[in-house]
């Protein structure tokens, strides 16, 4: 099973959401890991029994809520963890050394630039054992090439190796439209997503996925949610 971290305190959701579904969709059986302090999922993703701890269904692949480490995943389910992917949202340092982050085949690194995403990602960072080719994923309105570069003087004060690749996603009211309407509706839907979210999606599946799923089926797949296939 490949694990892929996704570290900081930005909402990281809706991209979790589409690349759990567009992997699924490939035929990869996938688990998304709600890890974090806020256990957002908890509260958007459709459960019928919830607990303190659970793994439910939604749209193909399962959701794990509430767990310590992925053994606490495994002994839950009584069995071996069969999937092909775990996609691992990570936002404490607690969580960092719990799912040892150093294991993943990738990880992530997924910010915005108001203060608290910043601070707190700042915070996690100075927790990573080894901070070895973390690729980031920036969400910006202006996108600006001094964002970045204020991002890696934050960083420089701790002990972090870029992967020279930089995934930007824009921040669009369109966008968040489209965020509201799923969670109402507990879908997962591209149908007016911004032409600009789904370019950075494409590209972002790409870099991070191109191994288990090649660029012309992740186009069909973000076409299939849209409607259009």
């Not at 509706?185 to 996925?209: G, T």
């Not at 191109?210 to 089926?217: F, L, R, V, Y």
Request: glycine letters at 4%; hydrophobic letters at 40%; one cysteine or more.
């Amino acid at each position: 099973m490949k694990t892929i971290g996704f570290l900081g305190a930005y909402d990281k959701l809706d991209l979790l959401l589409y690349t759990a579904k567009i992997l699924t969709l490939s035929g990869k059986k996938v688990l998304l890991v709600d890890s974090t302090t806020t256990q957002k999922t908890r509260y958007i993703v459709p459960a019928i029994r919830p607990t303190k701890s659970y793994v439910t269904e939604f749209e193909g692949f399962d959701v794990a809520v509430g767990f310590k480490d992925l053994e606490e995943i495994q002994a839950y389910q009584g069995t071996e963890l069969k999937y092909d992917i775990a996609l691992l949202d990570i936002d404490s340092a607690e969580a960092v050394k719990h799912y040892d982050i150093t294991k993943n085949d990738k990880n992530c690194f997924v910010t915005g630039f108001d203060l608290y995403s910043l601070k707190r990602g700042m915070e996690l960072l100075a927790t990573l054992p080894e901070a070895n080719d973390i690729i980031k994923i920036l969400f910006s309105v202006n996108m600006t090439k001094e964002e970045n570069e204020y991002l890696d003087y934050l960083a420089s004060m701790h002990n972090v190796k870029w992967n020279k690749t930089i995934l930007n996603f824009p921040i669009e009211i369109a966008d968040y439209s489209v965020t509201l309407e799923n969670q109402y509706l507990s879908r997962i839907k591209m149908r007016k997503v911004s032409n600009h979210y789904k370019v950075s999606l494409e590209y972002f599946m790409e870099i991070v996925f191109g191994e288990d799923i090649n660029s012309g089926m992740i186009k069909k797949f973000i076409k299939k949610l849209e409607g259009k296939a």
